[in-house]
């Protein structure tokens, strides 16, 4: 099993997902899958990198503990991340009508194979 | 080529991309895959060959460091991340790498400093804990030494004037108020080194990193908007620099002195005093609020219902320069002290969204451990709310609906 595996299946389970990648803090993807040519998370790393660190510190200033997902909601799309590990996070990009709940679902279920790979 | 061939297989693809479209950020990833296949001189050069493009894209130079420290050529390793550090000061893995080099190094001072950075932004991090605590002994190994040598010079000579000696000690209390002033009159680089001597006393002291984040925070700001403004930013420099005097260090400890004899009797008394030279410097705090006071308040009432729902902490709405509209937070949470922080974050995270191609953004939700919060445009301004652990991702959005339309109704 490797990271591109896990997360093509993420996306093929998810109604309207667009793509999925596993990204380091630093900004870096380790992998991504993405049905669409245009769609590209690797080159978009430091953007996510930087949504994560903004939630981070907003966690902070109000005393809420370590940050476990961000969900970010655009005109275009909705993004859902999820911290992996100590210094890294997951992301799924669905379309406006993409299934949320199930999104979120997915990658909570790929979270503990995911992190095995790391 | 690689051994490995699913990474040949990347390389070629990311290759093709690059050729495709030259002026896309495609070339981090394959100079990355370069790194992985041991190709570090391809990997050097396709980095360089971007940022001469893209010279302010960060992943290319962290991308660029890392390979640098596995061909253990760390002095160029530390220039590229060190860049990387002057844009983004809460990247912890550069942070972190820059820690290692320098420990490497034994250059123990600037490792310590990385690794404190490292902590004050995830302080449960006990890798970097032990790290921290490594570097730290290390650097008192070397100027125990010294110190030595200096003591017995120090005791030598009082001992022939028929002098006592007595050891000098930290006045944790003092040292934090000190802080605290050079923090108020922005002279950031004092208080970080106070709060730094703080730490190498307690490197476990939650507070303290506490603090030397919010001043790491400040800085970057300040350096920031020096960026923006640099001919303003230049006569603030001249004088904040003259900011801090012999007068104002007596009289912090002169303060400090004070408070020892305070009795519980007179607590009360500066407690209101501080509240009525909180007030009187409220007026310069919100004096770019433009909406009237009748919205503020009809917003205020818009925001006390949403705190009836269960789950709902409190919630506030700002303006893009963080001034606080309306406000129903608990006595736990100063919202005029968060403000401008916020807004900085909602800032941060709408030109990531913008760079992403994504559009506007609509709404931010951010799960925690003990919480969650979300945030929202409504018109001019955002409104955030703070929910406990218990309530659900999609009753808070479904909640919002309403209090957008609410709020919306106020402004228009």
Redesign the interface.
């Known amino acids: 099993m ?1 990271f591109k595996t896990v997360l093509k299946r993420i996306v093929e389970n998810v109604d309207g997902a667009i793509g999925a990648g596993v990204i ?6 380790i992998d991504q899958y993405s049905t669409k040519p245009d769609f ?1 998370i ?10 994560i ?25 909705t ?1 859902i991340m999820m911290v992996l590990g ?2 890294y996070f997951v992301t799924l990009a669905l379309n406006l009508d993409g299934n949320l ?1 199930r999104g979120r679902l997915e990658l909570k279920k790929a979270i503990p194979e995911l992190e095995k790979l790391l | 080529m690689p051994g490995d061939p699913a990474l040949s297989a990347e390389i070629e693809e990311l290759k093709k991309k690059l050729s495709q479209n030259p002026d896309s950020l495609i070339f981090v990833p394959l100079a990355d895959a370069y790194r992985k296949a041991g190709l570090y001189d391809e990997a050097i050069e396709v980095c360089k060959k971007g940022l001469e493009k893209h010279p302010t894209y960060t992943s290319a130079r962290v991308v660029l460091g890392r390979v640098y420290i596995e061909k253990n050529k760390f002095d160029e390793a530390i220039q590229e991340l060190k860049k990387v550090e002057s844009v983004d000061s809460d990247n912890i893995m550069v942070h972190t790498m820059l820690g290692n080099m320098y420990l490497k190094k034994k250059m123990y001072a600037e490792a310590v400093e990385q690794f404190q950075r490292v902590l004050s932004l995830n302080p449960e991090d006990i890798e970097i804990q032990e790290k921290l605590k490594e570097a730290l002994s290390a650097k008192q190994e070397i100027t125990k030494p010294v110190e030595k040598e200096e003591k017995k010079e120090q005791i030598n000579s009082s001992e022939k004037q028929g002098k006592i000696v007595e050891k000098p000690q930290i006045d944790i209390q003092k040292s934090l108020k000190a802080a605290e002033l050079y923090t108020k009159k922005e002279d950031f680089e004092k208080a970080i080194e106070v709060y730094k001597e703080l730490l190498d006393l307690d490197p476990e002291n939650i507070v303290v990193q506490q603090r030397l984040r919010e001043v790491y925070d400040l800085q970057d700001k300040k350096l920031r908007k020096a960026k923006e403004k640099p001919e303003i930013k230049e006569e603030e420099k001249i004088i904040s620099s003259d900011k801090i005097t012999t007068e104002d260090i007596l009289d912090v400890m002169k303060e400090a002195v004070e408070s020892d004899r305070v009795d519980e009797e007179e607590k009360p008394r500066k407690e209101e005093q501080l509240q009525a030279e909180l007030k009187s410097e409220k007026p310069q705090e919100t004096k770019h609020i433009t909406l009237s006071k009748d919205k503020a308040e009809a917003i205020e009432k818009v925001l006390n219902v949403l705190k009836e729902v269960e789950g709902v902490i409190g919630s506030f709405f700002l303006l893009r320069d963080g001034s606080i509209i309306a406000s129903v937070l608990p006595p736990s949470v100063n919202a005029n002290e968060i403000g401008k922080h916020i807004a900085s974050i909602v800032e941060k995270t709408e030109k990531s969204v913008q760079n992403m191609n994504q559009g506007k953004l609509n709404q931010v939700v951010i799960s925690s451990e003990s919480g969650q919060l979300l945030f929202t445009e409504v018109m001019t301004g955002v409104l955030f709310m703070i929910g406990n652990e218990a309530i659900n991702v999609g009753k808070m959005r479904l909640i919002l609906k309403d209090i957008i339309d609410d709020i919306k109704k106020v402004l228009s």
């Open positions: 490797d380091g803090e630093d900004g870096i993807a590209d690797s080159a978009a790393g430091a953007e996510y990198s930087t949504i660190s903004s939630a981070k510190k907003a966690s902070q200033s109000f005393g809420l503990g370590k940050t476990n997902e961000v969900l970010i909601s655009t005109e275009k799309a993004m100590k210094s709940g």
